[in-house]
């Protein structure tokens, strides 16, 4: 049985977001690869990776995951440029999550950089 990516895309995380968590060398080719990666890596509580794909503008300090938290599936509902040869991008989109037994939706419209070759999650903030 393969291990589906917890970012949803149905492939396997070895051959998905797997790949972006292992390589030393940048975070992923586009914007939204990068966003899936970085909800597989709170899905997955990697700490180390959600800081180091964090723009250092905007970088906090650390991160806490929540036990109470249980993360249910993310969707892709737009992106803007983040392509291979695109300097910036954003990404929108719906990560849904429990909480002490509560169902939220968290909607937000990411902007990524690209530094030094490497995309960078910059900001997050409400769509609207
Ligand atoms: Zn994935």
Sequence with gaps: MTNLC???SKNSYADCCGLI????AGFGTTAESL???????YVMEDRPFILSS???DTRPGTVTFS???EWLGL????TERGGP????GSVE???RFRHDGDYFELHELSTFERVDGNWLYATGGDPD
């Design 85 to 88: 040869l695109d300097s910036e």
């Design 67 to 69: 036990p109470q938290q």
């Design 35 to 41: 966003m899936r990666a970085r909800y597989s890596a």
């Design 75 to 78: 969707e892709i509902l737009a």
């Design 21 to 24: 968590h292992r390589s030393g």
């Design 93 to 95: 989109f719906i990560a």
């Design 54 to 56: 964090w723009h250092p």
């Design 6 to 8: 917890p970012c949803g």
